[in-house]
Each structure stands twice: as C-alpha cells, then as structure tokens.
C-alpha cells in the first residue's frame, strides 16, 4: 500500500512509515533504503537508531530488516496517517461551509476583517 505525501515537510510519523513500509518488501541496505523512503543522510541518521532502539527494524550486516513488532507500528503508523488525512478534509470543509455561512449573512471573517483594517 503506497501512501503518497506532497512535498511539504513530512511528520516524525509520515518518516517513519515510509521507512518501516520500504523495509516491509524486504530488507534493504542503507542506502537503498534512503532512496525507497525519499530521505536524506541526516534524516536516515536519526531514525535508523530511533527504530532499531523501539525494537521495530533491526540489522544485520549491511541490511535492514523490519521486525514483527515493526510491522505493527507500520500498520499503527498507516490507519493514523489515512486518519489525519480524513480529518483535514473534514475541516476544509468545515472551514469553506462557516465561510459561505459567514458570506451569506454578511458576517465577516478573521481574515476578511484584517484586510479591512489593514486598508484604512
């Protein structure tokens, strides 16, 4: 399961899914593994340890390997991102429909009300 990030900066959590789920086709040396999960050297330097030390990957010679308990935290880790992105839809929608409320009735907006005072 292949979950797409834009190119904004990526969460703690987008980082470690993309490394637990390039790892959960098979074990990987490091720097396939930098490629597979899009990460730089500094970046693969600070979570290689992190989830070797929590138990969810492990190494052996040149190769990364997940663990089963890796496996869980990668699952964990795509039901929460799958999640959030739900949520942010919802409140874009919240958001646009308190807008066209607020339009409707004439009631203006936090940022509507900026621009105004900013003008005078």
Do not use: H
């Not at 899009?38 to 970046?43: A, F, G, Q, S």
């Amino acid at each position: 399961m292949r979950i797409s990030f834009n190119k904004r900066k990526r969460t703690e959590y987008q980082i470690m899914f993309q490394i637990l789920d390039a790892l959960s086709r098979g074990p990987l040396p490091k720097t396939k593994l930098m490629y597979k999960a899009d990460l730089t050297y500094v970046v693969t330097e600070k979570y290689l340890p992190y989830l070797q030390n929590i138990g969810a990957i492990k190494k052996d010679k040149e190769l990364y390997y997940i663990t089963q308990r890796g496996q869980e935290i990668r699952n964990l880790l795509e039901t929460y991102i799958r999640k959030a992105e739900e949520i942010k839809k919802v409140l874009e929608e919240l958001r646009r429909t308190i807008e066209m409320k607020n339009n409707d009735e004439g009631v203006r907006t936090k940022r509507e009300s900026k621009v105004i005072k900013s003008d005078r």
